[in-house]
């Protein structure tokens, strides 16, 4: 069937296709999608859409779930400059038969009767030591933005690494991660001069306030951070993910609707309740980082959930996309309401947070912020370092110094 006249795609749970996915022909605009009649309760493609047999509609693009990775910015250009003159009416249901076969999280998304594509592969260890004058990401944009399922504007793409197959196929005796293994970031060097080492340097900095985050390098000489993806099973295959836009029954343009204090109700609600206390911890040393690295960007999507199986444990996924944003845009703000404003809070403020919406003791709240202090303090002399090394990163090393200095003191009281 040629790509102009699909008006449905077959949805996968893992290996498992689980129900199709379409557009209404009675409602403009409207979306529809139902389970197959074999599907389990296991099979579920959402935490908030379980099993049943009435169809899910939804207007206005598609499903939550199906929106969550969704390119944007730079990428999804791309794609709709590759793909329009043979795609008519290129929409969303377009776009996800396009990037479906690879996406983060547990769905797959293919043709009614085909499985999703396996994608190429590429050396990671290429990329850590390329040191070309060519546009590297342009080359992998063009190879892989196809198999490239991943929301944000800052331009990425997935690839699938070589060693890592090779790893788990050894080890588990089978062909294995037939989607992509790794993130692939790279910034428009206009507009935000090197965001990659900027998100480096926060997330060591995460790391060593005690947050679980995935594995962060530079590579290219700077030109590009690589994100090994936090959804990787230990048997090979792929954990659910969940963001907060989809929790909260939002379209990915509504990613900046709601506040700090929803996503908390939100863990509570489907974070697994022996897990709830920790995922809130979690939560709370993400906020008081990236408010004392002025993140302005921690919106819904840059929050999300984990799990294997959606009738079993659920637990928050590690920490992710934190950049001092205020490197960039100076009066920048929170991107979600913190106690009813957007400006960034200092101690007393995180106190009453966490006492009231994460169920934290003043105590261990202090030891949290003491954390963040730490990792804060302990990056920045890495910060200095990587600027006796790249001359051209001074300007923004500094802006970072600066931000965190005053971060560090906020968090302090002083």
């Known amino acids: 069937m040629s790509m102009e006249e699909q008006q449905q795609l077959a949805i996968f749970s893992g290996q498992q296709r689980t129900g199709l996915l379409g557009r209404s022909r009675l409602q403009a605009r409207t979306y529809l999608f139902h389970y197959h009649d074999n599907a389990t309760e296991s099979d579920a493609v959402s935490l908030t859409m379980p099993l049943m047999p009435d169809q899910y509609a939804y207007q206005h693009g598609v499903h939550p779930i199906f929106q969550m990775n969704l390119p944007e910015g730079e990428l999804r250009e791309m794609l709709r400059n590759t793909f329009q003159k043979t795609v008519q009416n290129f929409d969303d249901l377009s776009l996800l038969g396009i990037v479906g076969h690879s996406q983060i999280g547990r769905?797959?998304?293919?043709?009614?009767?085909?499985?999703?594509?396996?994608?190429?592969?590429?050396?990671?260890?290429?990329?850590?030591?390329?040191?070309?004058?060519?546009?590297?990401?342009?080359?992998?944009?063009?190879?892989?933005?196809?198999?490239?399922?991943?929301?944000?504007?800052?331009?990425?793409?997935?690839?699938?690494?070589?060693?890592?197959?090779?790893?788990?196929?050894?080890?588990?005796?089978?062909?294995?991660?037939?989607?992509?293994?790794?993130?692939?970031?790279?910034?428009?060097?206009?507009?935000?001069?090197?965001?990659?080492?900027?998100?480096?340097?926060?997330?060591?900095?995460?790391?060593?306030?005690?947050?679980?985050?995935?594995?962060?390098?530079?590579?290219?000489?700077?030109?590009?951070?690589?994100?090994?993806?936090?959804?990787?099973?230990e048997r090979g295959d792929y954990r659910g993910f969940e963001d907060f836009c989809v929790l909260n029954g939002l379209a990915t343009d509504d990613k900046y609707v709601g506040s700090y204090q929803d996503i908390a109700e939100r863990i509570s609600q489907f974070v697994s309740p022996h897990r709830a206390h920790d995922a809130l911890e979690q939560f709370f040393l993400s906020l008081a980082l990236s408010c004392a690295v002025r993140n302005g960007d921690g919106h819904l999507k840059n929050f999300g959930v984990l799990y294997d199986d959606p009738e079993d444990e659920v637990w928050l996924a590690p920490a992710f996309d934190i950049v001092s944003t205020a490197v960039y845009l100076p009066n920048d703000s929170l991107a979600l309401l913190f106690g009813g404003s957007k400006f960034f809070p200092q101690r007393k403020g995180l106190v009453t947070f966490g006492r009231r919406f994460c169920g934290l003791t003043e105590r261990r709240i202090g030891q949290l912020l003491d954390w963040v202090v730490h990792g804060l303090d302990a990056t920045l002399p890495e910060i200095a370092a990587y600027q006796s090394k790249q001359p051209d990163f001074t300007e923004v090393g500094e802006r970072m110094q600066a931000i965190w200095e005053q971060g560090i003191r906020d968090l302090r009281g002083e």
């Not at 793409?157 to 060693?163: E, K, M, N, Q, S």
């Not at 965001?195 to 480096?200: C, G, I, R």
């Open 107 to 233: 769905v797959r998304i293919a043709p009614p009767q085909g499985e999703p594509a396996i994608m190429p592969q590429q050396s990671v260890q290429e990329l850590q030591t390329y040191s070309g004058t060519e546009d590297l990401f342009v080359e992998l944009m063009q190879r892989f933005g196809r198999y490239s399922g991943i929301s944000g504007v800052q331009p990425k793409v997935l690839i699938r690494d070589d060693a890592t197959v090779a790893a788990a196929t050894a080890e588990l005796e089978q062909v294995t991660y037939r989607d992509s293994t790794h993130i692939v970031k790279a910034w428009n060097p206009e507009r935000f001069p090197h965001l990659a080492a900027n998100e480096y340097f926060c997330m060591r900095a995460a790391e060593r306030a005690g947050l679980e985050v995935p594995e962060v390098e530079l590579a290219a000489q700077g030109r590009l951070l690589i994100v090994k993806r936090f959804d990787l099973s």
